[in-house]
């Protein structure tokens, strides 16, 4: 097997036409992507081979007639430039919550499931990037939990004589360790959605601030370090840490935790960034973990540079704001990593079409193309009943991007986004041309040589 790690090349497309288990347009676009980064079948012939999904579910994954080189191409071009390579992909996939973890632990097929998720043969997902929720969220198969809760949330542990992962033994660690064990090159970003409650001026773990007072500060930071410590105990490296899930959102009905920028700084500059020197923690720290809209955010923590020496890298949602967004962010930060860690599916949309064309548009293909390293989706796995839980461009416009693996193969995505119009293109480089004709409306096609 080749590593994960691909680089992503520029690409144009000159062109205009006229949760993941249970559900299956996000899953089988996400396969699309980790054809991406695996060692698929290849030929010595000068050819691409073909997968195809198509918007009306007719075609899944199916493996197609190879693409020929050509004397010379016809219809639109996707011309890709090998001289301008742009980050190195350090994964795909999604993220693991409680609800997740106790629903794949539970299930009679836990093993095919996690082989099919995290494997690497080519009938496997190849899940290479995992999101794990640090505690508790708004899924939840169990009571919402943290690693330091007291049995009165006004009391303090400063020294965490409470800290403990234990709960995360039922199900979570196991989950992540079979993981591990099937993937050895999969990458963890843990990310906490709320402080132990008596950290918090709310002193619930459902809403309010983190407390700004200094040894409320140090105590956090030095739970990230017992955290982290406790992991690779159990043999499990964590990659990244995500200081704080989406940090401008309170709410009372599920976990939760504003720190505002200002506490933030100082919680980076003054308490996490010298704990994680001082016991030599390899991990890389990542912020933001929020939406497209609220950039400045990021931005002002990245003005000062006490806090920014410490910052791997800027992790985004896509519910709300414009989708390029990171790319100018990119263009003001080149030395500081984008992440892509959350967008979910639901009932409002269940159009295979639509999921395909949207998903494959705006996340995949777009957040690759504004330098995210990284692309995941949010729930692994949910029940049949979606838990358990706690309580600007041109829409037609052929769409595309291509990455050469570490074993120098070839790997070329593109996408038909029109409602109506099939699209007849050639793949134009290395002073070659391979025609592809008649892609069909909303459908992904990936080519790889």
Not at 136 to 141: H, I, K, P, Y
Not at 218 to 227: L, T
Not at 303 to 319: C, E, I, L, R
Request: include cysteine.
């Amino acid at each position: 097997h080749i590593e994960v790690e691909c680089q992503i090349f520029f690409i144009t497309s000159k062109c205009v036409c006229s949760s993941l288990i249970n559900n299956k347009a996000l899953m089988l676009l996400l396969v699309n992507w980790l054809v991406a980064a695996q060692a698929f079948i290849t030929s010595n012939n000068d050819e691409y081979q073909v997968w195809l999904t198509t918007g009306d579910g007719s075609k899944k994954l199916r493996r197609e007639a190879p693409c020929l080189r050509t004397p010379n191409g016809h219809g639109y071009s996707v011309w890709v430039d090998r001289t301008k390579r742009r980050q190195s992909m350090e994964g795909f996939g999604a993220s693991l919550t409680n609800a997740a973890a106790y629903v794949i632990y539970h299930s009679p097929n836990r093993h095919l499931i996690m082989r099919d998720l995290f494997g690497n043969s080519l009938d496997d997902l190849g899940v290479s990037f995992l999101r794990l929720v640090m505690g508790a969220s708004d899924f939840q198969g169990v009571n919402p939990y943290t690693y330091d809760d007291l049995t009165n949330n006004h009391d303090t542990d400063f020294d965490l004589n409470h800290f403990s992962i234990d709960k995360d033994r039922a199900f979570v660690l196991p989950i992540v360790k079979e993981a591990r064990s099937i993937n050895h090159n999969l990458r963890i970003l843990a990310t906490p959605w709320t402080a132990p409650a008596w950290m918090k001026t709310s002193h619930n773990m459902f809403g309010g601030e983190l407390n700004g007072g200094g040894q409320y500060l140090e105590a956090y930071a030095k739970y990230f370090v017992r955290f982290i410590q406790a992991y690779q105990a159990e043999g499990i490296h964590i990659d990244y840490l995500g200081i704080q899930n989406e940090p401008l959102l309170s709410r009372n009905d599920y976990p939760t935790m504003v720190i505002n920028v200002d506490l933030m700084k100082t919680f980076i500059r003054d308490h996490v960034g010298p704990q994680f020197r001082k016991g030599n923690i390899n991990t890389k720290l990542i912020v933001y973990d929020h939406n497209w809209s609220d950039s400045w955010y990021p931005e002002q923590l990245l003005s000062d540079s006490s806090v920014k020496q410490y910052v791997s890298g800027v992790a985004w949602h896509g519910y709300d704001g414009n989708h390029d967004v990171p790319g100018g962010f990119h263009n003001k930060h080149p030395d500081v990593g984008i992440y892509f860690t959350e967008i979910s599916g639901g009932g409002w949309d269940t159009n295979f079409a639509s999921i395909l064309t949207w998903d494959s548009r705006i996340i995949f293909i777009g957040q690759t193309l504004n330098w995210a390293k990284a692309v995941g989706l949010w729930n692994l796995a949910l029940d049949e009943n979606h838990g358990p839980r706690t309580n600007t461009f041109g829409w037609d416009e052929l769409q595309s991007v291509a990455f050469v693996n570490t074993d120098g193969s070839t790997v070329i995505v593109v996408q038909n986004p029109s409602t109506s119009n099939s699209a007849s293109f050639s793949l134009d480089l290395d002073a070659k041309h391979y025609q592809y004709d008649n892609l069909p409306p909303q459908s992904v096609v990936t080519f790889v040589k």
